[in-house]
Nanobody, 115 residues
Framework: QVQFVESGGGLVQSGGSLRLSCAAS????????WAWYRQAPGKQRELVAV???????TYADSVKGRFTISRDNAKTTLYLEMNSLRSEDTAVYYC?????????WGQGTQVTVSS
């Protein structure tokens, strides 16, 4: 079962940018789709962005036009480029398969946007 390790989070001012990374424990060429999720305090985990094995991307309406999901050619690292960050983007960000696999959740990486 593939495991993920997220990194790149931090504290940023509103309007700023961050780039998150997610390292997979195995080559993910067999994965049909993987994704970034986030969970804000007191809220349910939500899907942020998805990328398929064919490179097709989809985004939550709340991040469309501001976030970009991508992966490296070796398909072992997933990225999330986040621009024009808002306070409502504050959350712990996770990567996982799409749909998610319960046993593959990592520790996540905290993103805090100050207004």
């Amino acid at each position: 079962q593939v495991q993920f390790v997220e990194s790149g989070g931090g504290l940023v001012q509103s309007g700023g940018s961050l780039r998150l990374s997610c390292a997979a424990s195995t080559i993910t060429s067999s994965i049909l789709a993987w994704a970034w999720y986030r969970q804000a305090p007191g809220k349910q985990r939500e899907l942020v962005a998805v990328i398929t094995s064919g490179g097709i991307t989809t985004y939550a309406d709340s991040v469309k036009g501001r976030f970009t999901i991508s992966r490296d050619n070796a398909k072992t690292t997933l990225y999330l480029e986040m621009n024009s960050l808002r306070s409502e983007d504050t959350a712990v960000y996770y990567c996982n398969l799409a749909p998610w696999t319960e046993g593959s959740w990592g520790q996540g990486t905290q993103v805090t946007v100050s207004s």
